[in-house]
């Protein structure tokens, strides 16, 4: 797990777009949709385009009859409460570190814009495409991606959280 958090510290400082990034977010994105995305800090973007790939990837590999662009553009679409107030890299590393040290017990300290970000960005992203129509299993794949014991028995949202955890 250390390796991890030093490997996605890595890719945050080193994230930059390719050609193939932009051609896959059109892939899965309407325009508006797009520009929705593009409101996320570079990272969490690449963030994003990794569990997206990593999602295609497994429904490939693992021949798992499924609409691959719904799962596309929900893998791309599941951090995007993320984009209402961005936390740079260091802040990030530190709510990790507090958050391991405190064994959670940094999440009643919410009132913190960083703090309420790094938990509640799940639940701010569901808030923010409820308002555009989607209908309830995206929704709910977006609310309950780091806790899928709310949403049971979803293909979706495993997918997704492995992909996820993964990335």
Same mark, same amino acid.
């Not at 080193?14 to 409101?39: H, P």
């Not at 973007?45 to 609409?67: P, Y």
């Given at each position: @797990?250390?390796?991890?958090?030093?490997?996605?510290?890595?890719?945050?400082?080193?994230? #930059?777009?390719?050609?193939?990034?932009?051609?896959?977010?059109?892939?899965?994105?309407?325009?508006?949709?797009? @520009? @929705?995305?593009?409101?996320?800090?570079?990272?969490?973007?690449?963030?994003?385009?990794?569990?997206?790939?990593? #999602?295609?990837?497994?429904?490939?590999?693992?021949?798992?009859? @499924?609409?691959?662009?719904?799962?596309?553009?929900?893998?791309?679409?599941?951090?995007?409460?993320?984009?209402?107030?961005?936390?740079?890299?260091?802040?990030? #590393?530190?709510?990790?570190?507090?958050?391991?040290?405190?064994?959670?017990?940094?999440?009643?300290?919410?009132?913190?814009?960083?703090?309420?970000?790094?938990?509640?960005?799940?639940?701010?992203?569901?808030?923010?495409?409820?308002?555009?129509?989607?209908?309830?299993?995206?929704?709910?794949?977006?609310?309950?991606?780091?806790?899928?014991?709310?949403?049971?028995?979803?293909?979706?949202?495993?997918?997704? #959280?492995?992909?996820?955890?993964?990335?």
């Amino acid at each position: @797990m250390k390796f991890y958090r030093i490997k996605q510290f890595i890719w945050g400082i080193e994230s #930059s777009f390719k050609k193939i990034d932009y051609s896959y977010i059109e892939t899965y994105l309407n325009n508006n949709e797009i @520009m @929705m995305f593009n409101k996320l800090k570079k990272s969490d973007k690449h963030h994003c385009i990794r569990v997206c790939k990593d #999602s295609v990837m497994l429904l490939k590999n693992n021949n798992i009859k @499924m609409d691959e662009y719904r799962v596309g553009k929900i893998a791309l679409l599941h951090d995007i409460g993320k984009s209402k107030y961005h936390i740079n890299l260091i802040e990030k #590393s530190l709510i990790v570190l507090l958050d391991k040290f405190t064994k959670g017990n940094l999440k009643k300290y919410d009132n913190i814009k960083q703090i309420n970000i790094y938990y509640n960005h799940p639940k701010i992203g569901y808030e923010m495409l409820k308002t555009r129509n989607y209908d309830k299993e995206l929704l709910e794949v977006v609310r309950y991606h780091h806790n899928k014991k709310k949403f049971k028995k979803n293909k979706i949202i495993d997918i997704i #959280s492995i992909c996820d955890n993964k990335n």
